[in-house]
């Protein structure tokens, strides 16, 4: 079994930045794993925004998030980060962290049907 928990959503004006965190509580073995972020915006789909891979050397990101977001992780603190910055306002949405239990490739996947564990989700909203 995997929690994740995500954290440091909260409201800010458009061209502010914002860092998420997740936190995942499956021991040794979350170094394994491709973890992701997506969002699902009011009245839409839950899209893809980020993925990292186990070691970190990989990452994939929507044409929407380049430039602007970067995903990390610290193995040692079973943590998985979202740096988002020059924040618009169509960037409103609730953001969820997902593991990738299944299998490790580089590039990461991206669909979110690929990811088998998924957090609460912490709303993100930017002002205009």
């Known amino acids: 079994q995997v929690q994740l928990v995500e954290s440091g959503g909260g409201l800010v004006q458009a061209g502010g930045s914002l860092r998420l965190s997740c936190a995942a509580s499956?021991?040794?073995?979350?170094?394994?794993?491709?973890m992701g972020w997506f969002r699902q915006a009011p009245g839409k789909e839950r899209e893809f925004v980020a993925a990292?891979?186990?070691?970190?050397?990989?990452?994939s990101y929507a044409d929407s998030a380049k430039g602007r977001f970067t995903i990390s992780r610290d193995n040692a603190k079973n943590t998985v980060f979202l740096q988002m910055n020059s924040l618009k306002p169509e960037d409103t949405a609730v953001y969820y962290c997902?593991?990738?239990?299944?299998?490790?490739?580089?590039?990461?996947?991206?669909?979110?049907?690929?990811?088998?564990?998924w957090g609460q989700g912490t709303q993100v909203t930017v002002s205009s």
């Open positions: 990292i891979s186990w070691r970190g050397g990989s990452t």
């Open positions: 499956t021991g040794r073995t979350f170094s394994r794993y491709t």
């Open positions: 997902a593991a990738d239990t299944q299998v490790e490739v580089s590039p990461p996947r991206t669909g979110r049907n690929e990811y088998d564990y």
